[in-house]
């Protein structure tokens, strides 16, 4: 599935359209799908950032704020780390669902142990 991207950099006033693509269909995606379509939305982030970088950044999953938002079309995932937002979709999932898969998938990216 294709889903579109639009994206806001800190200072920019320019609306930035760019798209991922993850295989299936939303209603079978599991946590890791979503982990892995939010670290590809984080890439693009970057990407429009930096223009000229060719290597592709390793990304994380902390810090990152979202919120899952109905649209006339389905839910946008709206993304804000400190240097950009961006809104995702829309997606062909109910609202808890995809919150639901949102929050487990950055739930499982964190380290395990403490961090002091």
Not at 43 to 72: C, F, M, Y
Not at 97 to 116: E, F, K, M, Q, Y
């Amino acid at each position: 599935m294709t889903i579109p991207v639009e994206i806001m950099l800190r200072g920019n006033d320019r609306v930035f359209t760019e798209s991922v693509v993850h295989p299936g269909e939303p209603g079978t995606w599991t946590p890791a799908d979503i982990a892995s379509i939010l670290k590809d939305i984080l890439v693009v982030i970057d990407r429009v950032q930096n223009p000229a970088k060719t290597e592709k950044p390793e990304v994380e999953l902390r810090g990152l704020s979202w919120i899952v938002h109905p649209t006339a079309d389905g839910m946008v995932i709206a993304l804000e780390i400190h240097t950009a937002s961006a809104v995702a979709g829309p997606l062909n999932l109910p609202q808890q669902r995809l919150d639901d898969l949102i929050t487990n998938a950055v739930r499982s990216a964190r380290p395990a142990g403490v961090v002091h």
